[in-house]
């Protein structure tokens, strides 16, 4: 049975950083795209970063050069690391990935339940 389950969200002042993890459980045959989208509060749920399974990244124009993702295939896991934070960053943000679990080989799109990042002024 696979889960996703991010955490490192906080509070932080402007310019800092903060590092969000996700990792997914259970018997999982393959992994193909992961990302992280993020919801600002009023606002609709937006893509942030991605990772495929050929190794590319692919980032939203507003977080290039401030935020890396990151993945280690070995321990089914994903990464953002978050600098140069600013207010307009506070959101919840969402880990998912395309998973084949190993009782199915057939991928489906897995949610993480989200963790709030707050940026201050």
């Known amino acids: 049975q696979v889960q996703l389950v991010e955490s490192g969200g906080g509070l932080v002042q402007a310019g800092g950083s903060l590092t969000l993890s996700c990792a997914a459980s259970?018997?999982?045959?393959?992994?193909?795209?992961m990302a992280w989208y993020r919801q600002p509060p009023g606002k609709q749920r937006e893509l942030v970063a991605t990772?495929?399974?050929?190794?590319?990244?692919d980032y939203e124009d507003s977080v290039r050069g401030r935020f890396t993702i990151s993945r280690d295939n070995a321990r089914n896991t994903v990464s953002l690391q978050m600098n140069s934070l600013e207010p307009e960053d506070t959101a919840v943000y969402y880990c998912t990935a395309t998973i084949a679990p190993y009782s199915d080989f057939r991928y489906h799109d897995y949610w993480g339940q989200g963790t709030q990042v707050t940026v201050s002024s």
């Open positions: 259970g018997t999982i045959f393959g992994i193909s795209r």
């Open positions: 990772t495929f399974s050929d190794g590319s990244l």
